[in-house]
């Protein structure tokens, strides 16, 4: 990154950077800017394509409906009931 594109990204961002604070955020970026460059000299042409790294194994069950709990073990812990419903305080007049 050169002192340019620094002053550009300050004005963008409204960012005053001090001399040291420029100096080292420019050191950083020209750091990231020469690990690219060695990654992209890798060789990867033989190299297989991957979407995932380790395989993915997707479980799957089987989807059957089923009613685990009755009306009357649900309201167990109501307050109140009346006729199948919870019966709750009213909240709005």
């Known amino acids: 990154m ?3 594109t620094l002053r550009r990204l300050e004005l963008l961002n409204q960012l005053s950077l001090t001399e040291t604070q420029k100096e080292e955020v420019t050191a950083f970026f020209s750091d990231r800017e020469k690990d690219m460059a060695m990654l992209n000299a890798i060789d990867t042409s033989q190299t ?3 979407v995932h790294v380790m395989p993915i194994m997707t479980v799957v069950r089987e989807d059957v409906a089923s009613q685990p709990f009755t009306v009357e073990e649900l309201q167990k812990g109501a307050p109140e009931t009346d006729q199948g ?3 709750v ?3 709005m007049e």
């Open 2 to 4: 050169d002192r340019e």
């Open 85 to 87: 419903y919870w019966c």
């Open 48 to 50: 297989e394509r991957q």
């Open 89 to 91: 305080p009213q909240v």
